[in-house]
């Protein structure tokens, strides 16, 4: 074979040439162009390189992909581990005030039953609420703890 490195689009038009039984004089790697049969080796081992050099790549591109697979998972985790706990700060804020209202009603000598004590309570049930739906949907298909 010689030492020449021919191109992929020169390797795929030899092939066609040759698999379709045509002129050798048209195929782009055989530098004896009138010598019929001779293309066909150079044609199989530039296809052999061709194939050898695009497993190479895609070995390559899989390594790449697995890495970044790898750093997304770890992204998607921690995220998921940063809502769960912002979660749960809003959560124990939210029961925080709703202590405190009661402890201020107490000592004012009101009953905790006001309009607008109910609309806080309502207000913060509201929060755990959506805290606890976006919670829901960030971990949905992830069965970690």
């Known amino acids: 074979m010689t030492d020449h490195k021919f191109t992929d689009d020169e390797i795929i038009h030899s092939l066609k040439v040759c698999s379709n039984d045509g002129d050798c004089s048209e195929c782009l790697i055989n530098p004896h162009k009138g010598n019929y049969g001779y293309c066909t080796s150079l044609a199989i081992k530039a296809a052999l390189d061709l194939i050898n050099r ?7 591109l899989n390594g790449i992909v697995a890495e970044k697979s790898k750093n997304i998972t770890y992204a998607a985790k921690e995220l998921i581990r940063l809502d769960r706990e912002r979660s749960e700060v809003i959560k124990e804020f939210a029961n925080n ?3 405190e209202l009661w402890k201020l009603n107490w000592h004012y000598g009101q009953l905790p039953c006001s309009e607008e004590d109910k609309t806080i309570q309502r ?3 509201e929060c755990i609420a959506v805290v606890e739906r976006n919670t829901k949907v960030m971990t949905e298909g992830n069965h970690e703890s």
Do not use: G, L
């Open 54 to 60: 695009q497993k190479a790549e895609i070995e390559r």
């Open 97 to 99: 005030v709703v202590q």
């Open 123 to 125: 207000a913060i049930k």
